[in-house]
């Protein structure tokens, strides 16, 4: 009964390799987002859709390629994976439409390690 | 665009004492304020947020207080347990909906018993 699950919880790969993160959240929110942290914990957000529309893109790579197929549902795929795109990865979602309390339920993480 | 800046970076405390983390930020028209507490291995959780129509805000051992004129804000934990060691983000919106939140850089809490 995970609120916002996200897959794979780690992931090592080689520099130059393509992969994914998936996420899920079961709460029924309108929007979703993918923030990265890193090794600094410094969060920062990538991106926002609602209702599968991308509404926020704060000047990633075009590497970062997120793709909402639901509004349940936010992946986030990399191409051509460089060593400083080593980080946490987490998805979170939130409601916000009328009476939404600004909270962002966020899921725990998505470690990826390029090497 | 928004810039929050948060101090200390780390804070050690004995278990029992009060924990203060102070955070400033650069946009006038912010006006919600969260605080999410982060745990090893886990995600982000909002323990307290204000908005600005507010100047303080209080849930048990937790306490959040907003100066709009300064443009700061603060979280205050009383009577701390070692289950309060975590990281700190205070983070500030234009938008009370949380979709356009600026974190600050976090503050590593440690409680020692």
């Known amino acids: 009964d995970t609120a916002v699950s996200q897959t794979p919880k780690y992931l090592v790969t080689q520099m130059g390799n393509d992969k994914s993160i998936k996420c899920e959240q079961n709460l029924g929110h309108d929007t979703m987002y993918w923030y990265k942290q890193d090794s600094k914990k410094f969060l920062k957000i990538m991106f926002s859709?609602?209702?599968?529309?991308?509404?926020i893109n704060e000047t990633v790579p075009n590497r970062f390629s997120p793709k909402s197929p639901d509004k349940a549902h936010l992946n986030l795929h990399i191409n051509s994976l460089e060593l400083g795109d080593s980080a946490v990865y987490f998805c979170?979602?939130?409601?916000?439409?009328?009476?939404?309390?600004?909270?962002?339920?966020f899921g725990e993480g998505s470690r990826l390690t390029v090497l | 665009g928004e810039n929050v800046e948060q101090h200390p970076s780390t804070l050690s405390v004995q278990e029992g004492d009060s924990a203060v983390i102070k955070c400033t930020y650069s946009d006038s028209a912010s006006n919600y304020f969260p605080w999410y507490k982060q745990e090893l291995g886990k995600g982000p959780q909002l323990i307290i947020d204000i908005r600005s129509n507010v100047g303080e805000k209080k849930d048990q051992r937790i306490a959040v207080t907003l100066n709009k004129t300064a443009k700061h804000f603060s979280l205050h934990i009383t009577e701390t347990q070692p289950e309060d060691s975590a990281v700190y983000f205070c983070?500030?919106?234009?938008?009370?909906?949380?979709?356009?939140?600026?974190f600050g850089e976090g503050t590593q809490l440690t409680v020692n018993p």
């Open positions: 979170a979602s939130s409601p916000t439409g009328q009476g939404s309390t600004g909270e962002l339920f």
């Open positions: 983070a500030a919106s234009r938008e009370t909906s949380g979709s356009r939140l600026t």
């Open positions: 859709y609602n209702n599968k529309e991308l509404i």
